[in-house]
């Protein structure tokens, strides 16, 4: 069944402190890998997208790294901000096809 | 402004009574998809379009319907309410060539319905 795990489910962190959210998928045949940023009350918006052949790429103080052996995948955030604040979702997209299978998110609190 | 609008942005309504959910991108892209977001699950998509007058079902279309008449309007529809589609809805849009894999989704804003 292809299924995408994310953990862990919430994260409490201080500003200016890193952090790194785990994303474990299950998903074949495998296309590429993306991780949103949710605000609350907002829609998704995207922050990196990785395929098979790329096992980090940055945007800014987020950084992504993709195994594609152990089909597991990280966000690591430097030097956290406020906000930050936010749910952040991992998606993986199957190859040749429209289709997107959803994580269900890790919530991130900076506090001051 | 790139952008994909929804409205309305919040909706109460009884069970039963028709009501439609407006989604509008103005980025000219060929895929458009909606899905709905509960507590302790992820994205679900309900409906998806590739183009115009081309629709798909995706993984929970049970009691919604959508149309796509024109390329940048994919309105969501639902005939007849019941309280299991009180939820979090999101319109997305996408490039959809052979290119376009790698291209990321375009959320709106969310549409929070309540159905009594």
């Known amino acids: 069944k292809n299924q995408v795990e994310q953990s862990p489910q919430s994260l409490i962190i201080l500003e200016g402190k890193n952090c790194t959210l785990q994303?474990?998928?299950?998903?074949?045949?495998?296309?590429?890998l993306r991780w949103y940023k949710q605000d609350t009350g907002r829609g998704p918006v995207s922050l990196t997208i990785?395929?098979?052949?790329?096992n980090t790429k940055s945007n800014g103080r987020y950084t992504a790294t993709l195994d594609a052996d152990t089909k597991q995948s990280s966000l690591h955030i430097t030097a956290s901000q406020l906000s930050d604040s936010a749910s952040y979702i991992c998606?993986?997209?199957?190859?040749?096809?429209?289709?997107?299978?959803f994580g269900t998110g890790t919530r991130l609190q900076v506090f001051p | 402004e790139a952008q994909v609008t929804q409205n309305p942005r919040y909706l109460i309504t009884v069970t039963g009574k028709k009501l439609t959910v407006t989604c509008s991108q103005n980025?000219?892209?060929?895929?458009m998809s909606w899905y709905r977001q509960d507590p302790g699950l992820g994205l679900r998509q309900i409906y998806y379009s590739m183009n115009v007058e081309v629709t798909d079902k995706g993984d929970v279309p049970e009691g919604y319907k959508v149309s796509r008449k024109e390329k940048r309007n994919f309105p969501l529809i639902l005939e007849s309410p019941s309280p299991n589609q009180t939820s979090l809805y999101f319109c997305a849009s996408s490039r959809a060539d052979e290119s376009s894999y790698n291209s990321p989704l375009h959320f709106g804003n969310g549409t929070r319905l309540t159905v009594t």
């Open positions: 990785m395929t098979f052949s790329e």
């Open positions: 994303c474990n998928y299950t998903v074949s045949p495998f296309s590429n």
């Open positions: 980025m000219n892209h060929e895929y």
């Open positions: 998606v993986v997209s199957l190859y040749n096809t429209d289709k997107l299978i």
